[in-house]
C-alpha cells in the first residue's frame, strides 16, 4: 500500500485502499471455483474429446459427469466447493485474508522456500495440526497455517494430513483450483521411495545458497509441479500416432512435459497383437494393438530427447500398404506386483579385470527405461536372492556398439568382487545362461534437471552407470552446455570405460580420471576426493549447475559435505544415487 500524505500520515489513502481491495478481488477471481453448469462442461468436454482417442474420450466423459453431479449441486461459494463441509470462519480469515498473508512475505511452506524431495516416510511426519503436510497430485504442500482458513473446517483437512490426498481430493474437490490457493505453501515434490532423500537436508544450506540460485531452483521445481497438475495424466496427455512406408509401419508417441520419466514396455503376443505399457510416476497405461497385418520383431525403436517422442518401427512381413493400422484398446494396469522375466546371455563383455558389460535379451519383450532407473536382479540357484543394477546406454560411440545387441536388449556393467555372493555368478554367465530381471524400479526424473545447463558428475568405481545414460541424453540436448565427470578409481587396472568416453569427450563433456592409488606412470590426478580438489574441478556453488553423485557410502559422505558445507551447494541441486 502507497503512503499516504503528510497531513494523513497514519491514515491509509482511501482510493489506494479501494485499489488493493479491487487488486486481492481480481486474484479471487483467478482461483474461485468455476461456476459453469454442468451443460457447459459437458459440451465443453464433448469439444475436447475429438482430440483424443476413443477411449481416452469415453473415460473423460465419464469422469466430467461425475464432476459435474457433484459440482452442480453446490451454490455456496465456498473455496471447497462443498457446501456441506462449509464451516463458519473467524474473523480476519476469508479468502481475501488468506491472499493478504501470502503476498505478506511470510514464510507458509515451513522449510524457508526452497523446494525439496519429500518421501511418504518423511509426509507420514507431518500430520499434526501444529505441523501439517499434505501431498496432492505428487505436490508436497505445508497446510499447517491455512487450517483455519479453510472453508471446510479443520477437521475435514486434516483428513488428508500427513499422506498423498490425491484420491480424497479428487472425491470431494477436484475442480477447485488448489495450486493457486496454496502457491505459497509448496514444500516440494512427493517421492514414492523409501529410502530418505538425499536433499532432506536442504534447509540447513539455505543461508548459504545465493538467491540467483534459490530463483534457479525454485523455477524448476515450480515448471514441475506446475505440470503435474493433470489428475488423469496418463490418459489425457498421451497421444499415440502412426505413419507408415510400404515396407514399415511406426508407432510413436508425443510425450508432454509433465509425464517426466516416463518408462516404456513392449510385449508381442503374436505377429500382430501387442500391447505397449508406458509406465508413468503414479500410473500406467496400456495400449494393446490388434494390427492389420504381421510385422517383425523386435521393432527398431528411437527416442528424441529434445522433443521426448519415442518411436517404434517395425518391418511388414507383406510389403504393401495398411488402410489403417488396426484396433487399440486403452486400459490401465493397476498391478503392483513386481514381475521378473527370463533373459539370455547374449554377449559378455569384460571391460577390465573386475567389470563386465552383459547384454541380455528377453523373449518377446522389450523395456525402454529412464537414465538413472534401476532393475532387479535374480539368479535361480540363488533363490530370492538379488542385487539391483542400473542398465546402460549399448555406447555412446557407434564404433562402441557390443556384439549381439539389438533393440529388445538390456546392457548391464556389472563388477566381480571376489568374495561377493552374486557378483562372481553374474559375471561368469555364459552365452545362452539366463538370469530374471525386473521390470523398471525407481523414480528418478532427470527432467526435473533441465534447467541447469552445467552438469557435474561425482563418479566412483561402478557408481559410473547411472552417469551413463545422462551422458548420452545431455550429449544432444541443446539446452546442456557443459558436462564435467570426475571418475574415481584405485588404480590403472580398475579403470574401465575410459576409451569409450574418450570417444566423446571434446567441447561439451570433459572427464577426468583421478586414481588413489596408481603406478608411478601415472601422469594424471592423484588421491582421493577432497574439499581442494572439487572446489578446483567443480567449483562453489553456480546457479547454472546441478551435481550427480554415486559411489560407495564413504565416498558419498565425503561427496555430501564438501559439496554442501564447504562449497554450499544446495540440496536441490544435488541428486545422490544409490551406490
Known sequence: MKKSSVKDQGKPDETDARDDDKDIRDKMKKIDVKSSSSADSSSSMARNSALLPSGVA?????????????????????????PRNKTALAPGHSLMDWIRLGNSGADLTGVGGVPRIVTLSELATHNKKNDAWIAIRGIV????????????????????????????????HAWVNYQSILQKCVVGRLSRGTTPSPTENTVSNTADCSSATLNQITSCTTHSASQENASDSGLSSIKMDWKQTVPSITFFYKIFRHCPGICYELIKYNNSRMVFKLIFENDTILHELNLTGDVEWPPTCTRNFETMQMEFTFIKREKMPWMKYGLQMITRDNSTVRAFRDYEVVANEPLSSQVHLLVV???DFLQIIHPGRHVVVKLNEFGDLSRSYTPVPPCLHPDDMPPNYTSNCLCLMVKKYPNGTMSPSITALQLGQTLLLSSVV?????????????IHMLAAGTGLTPMLGIIQRSLVKRSVRTINLLHFNKDEESMFYHRQLEKVSGEKLKVTYILSQPQDTWTGRRGLIS?????????KNNFEGCVFTCGPPLFMQAARKYLRDHLQWCGQQIYEFDG
Request: with cysteine; proline share 2%; aromatic share 8%.
Open 58 to 82: 469415453r473415460v473423460k466423459q465419464q469422469e466430467a459427469g461425475r464432476i459435474n453431479q457433484r459440482g452442480s449441486s453446490s451454490s455456496s461459494g465456498s473455496a471447497t466447493g462443498n
Open 141 to 172: 504442500f505445508n497446510v499447517t497455517q491455512y487450517m483455519d482458513f479453510h472453508p471446510g473446517g479443520i477437521d475435514e483437512l486434516m483428513r488428508g494430513v500427513g499422506k498423498d490426498a490425491t484420491k480424497l481430493f479428487e472425491s470431494v
Open 361 to 363: 535379451r528377453a523373449k
Open 442 to 454: 525407481g523414480d528418478f526424473s532427470l527432467e526435473i534437471y533441465d534447467c541447469f545447463p552445467v
Open 531 to 539: 574439499q581442494e580438489l572439487l572446489e578446483e574441478l567443480v567449483g
